[in-house]
């Protein structure tokens, strides 16, 4: 069965930090360009950072640079987001998802991915 399974998140205060984890299962995620996106209630889909099949090219919304660090370890099936400094609108469900068609790169437009994961909530508040 092949899955994607996010973790880590939480609630945390401002200013605080989370590292959210996207697990594989099924399937090699070395295979794959990767990317986080979120969404938060009442707001569109936004792609937060991803990054290309060999970690080589990453890319990050202009929202979260500086702030969110990605990377992803193929021996362990498995991708990270590094997320420090929170402010309360990143609060969001954060989904991870995979692109097969991307080769040595990735882009944060969410009509590349095709395999998303189920979630894990981010609540940034005092």
């Known amino acids: 069965q092949l899955q994607l399974v996010e973790s880590g998140g939480g609630l945390v205060q401002p200013g605080g930090s989370l590292r959210l984890s996207c697990a594989a299962s099924?399937?090699?995620?070395?295979?794959?360009?990767i990317a986080w996106f979120r969404q938060a209630p009442g707001k569109e889909r936004e792609g937060v950072s991803c990054?290309?099949?060999?970690?080589?090219?990453?890319n990050y919304a202009d929202s979260v640079k500086g702030r969110f660090t990605i990377s992803r370890d193929n021996a362990k099936n498995t991708l990270y987001l590094q997320m420090n400094s929170l402010k309360p609108e990143d609060s969001a469900i954060y989904y991870c998802?995979?692109?097969?068609?991307?080769?040595?790169?990735?882009?944060?437009?969410?009509?590349?991915?095709?395999?998303w994961g189920q979630g894990t909530q981010v609540t940034v508040s005092s």
């Open positions: 998802a995979t692109a097969p068609r991307l080769i040595g790169i990735c882009v944060l437009s969410d009509g590349e991915y095709d395999y």
């Open positions: 099924g399937f090699t995620l070395d295979r794959y360009a």
């Open positions: 990054i290309s099949r060999s970690g080589g090219r990453t």
